[in-house]
């Protein structure tokens, strides 16, 4: 347990490492005044001011010693001060970083719940019955997010007033973007879970249960869905991590606070210290997130705890 963890926190400080040096050298790599990022593109600035603000943060070195600069600063932990906002970068995302995680969260949980019961519903049925759920599923998979969300806007807050437009801090408000948010997510899960399901029911074991006298129900609840829930633990922990690509569009939709509206406004000014955080931040929950998939691995198959020892 302690060498499994060990290894995902040394690929996790790669990653993330890789991450924002391709994030450095992007952003360096785009063409323009590196002082009118700082200052602002409209601002008037007088030669001292450029040549002061040109030494203070290095932009007269070498690329190199750039990169080496930063990246010490970024190894003791200072992300340094947003460009635009005239703030320090950790506050920046401790006021946004709330509202997306909540949003992801929501969007999980739903999106997993839908799948079980889609997925437990379809598992072994008919012909036509799968061949419905499937076209659904790719139906909901293939939906663009941003469309999803003006669709259901307009119906259920403009038409019917169900829940609000926009904001965010209550439950009414997180319902709608959540959903918008797990419809495309469910739509993968239920065709991963269904056909674990379905590959489990198929194993010699399932026969021996079903020789026993145990019925269907008790047959799929305590022993094909375990063995199916490893492939859902996957594709659980790579939705999560890949959901903030989709809260990017659906908190701009919903104009909710987040770190979405953030990193495309600083992406666009291109502040630095911004966008570099955020890219760690996302680099960091994917590992976490890897990390606690393996754990869940341990929990859902027993040969996996004696093998691990």
């Not at 995902?8 to 991450?19: C, D, H, P």
């Not at 391709?22 to 790599?29: Q, S, Y």
């Not at 469910?186 to 379905?198: D, S, Y």
């Amino acid at each position: 347990m302690i060498a499994l963890i060990l290894r995902r926190v040394l690929a996790g400080v790669a990653v993330m490492w890789v991450a924002a040096t391709l994030t450095f050298a992007a952003l360096r790599g785009v063409r323009g005044d590196p002082v009118a990022a700082v200052v602002g593109s409209g601002a008037l600035v007088t030669p001292e001011v450029r040549a002061q603000i040109v030494s203070e943060y290095g932009f007269d070195q070498p690329l190199v010693v750039q990169y080496l600069r930063w990246l010490s600063r970024l190894v003791s932990g200072d992300l340094g001060w947003s460009y635009q906002l005239g703030q320090p970068v950790t506050e920046v995302l401790r006021g946004q970083l709330g509202p997306t995680a909540e949003l992801a969260i929501a969007a999980t949980i739903t999106a997993v719940l839908a799948a079980v019961v889609l997925a437990l519903l379809t598992a072994g049925r008919g012909r036509t019955t799968r061949s419905l759920a499937s076209m659904a599923e790719l139906s909901a998979a293939s939906v663009p997010t941003f469309w999803l969300g003006l669709v259901a806007l307009t119906f259920f807050s403009f038409r019917w007033q169900l829940f609000p437009a926009t904001g965010a801090g209550s439950l009414s408000a997180l319902i709608l973007p959540a959903v918008v948010l797990a419809v495309p997510v469910a739509g993968v899960l239920t065709q991963v879970l269904r056909e674990g399901l379905e590959t489990a029911l198929a194993q010699p074991f399932a026969l021996s249960v079903r020789m026993r006298g145990i019925g269907p129900v008790a047959l799929i609840g305590r022993h094909a869905l375990r063995h199916a829930c490893i492939a859902l633990a996957t594709m659980t922990g790579w939705v999560l991590g890949s959901l903030f690509g989709g809260a990017v569009l659906t908190e701009t939709v919903f104009a909710r606070p987040g770190l979405g509206r953030v990193l495309l406004s600083a992406i666009a000014s291109r502040d630095l210290p911004v966008v570099t955080a955020v890219v760690l931040l996302v680099a960091a929950a994917f590992t976490v997130i890897n990390l606690l998939v393996d754990l869940a691995y341990l929990a859902i198959d027993p040969r996996l705890r004696r093998r691990t020892g």
